[in-house]
């Protein structure tokens, strides 16, 4: 094989998705999570907000 050939089977079977078992797949709407999320801090607002602004520069 030279470059850029490929095996045509390997094509065929990822071509067919139908041997996927969707019985073990995640429904990832079906929880909806309500609850709370704390976080204690010794920095300031000011040396939070700074930093946050250098993670997004």
Do not use: C, P
């Not at 089977?9 to 999570?33: C, K, L, R, W, Y």
């Not at 801090?41 to 602004?53: C, H, I, N, R, T």
Request: glycine share 8%; aromatic share 6%.
């Amino acid at each position: 094989m030279g470059f850029g050939s490929y095996d045509e089977s390997e094509q065929e079977n990822q071509a067919s998705g139908s041997d996927i078992d969707d019985s073990e797949s995640v429904d990832v709407d079906a929880t909806n999570h309500k609850g709370e999320v704390k976080f204690e801090s010794d920095a300031s607002q000011d040396e939070l907000l700074d930093k946050l602004q250098d993670m997004k520069d």
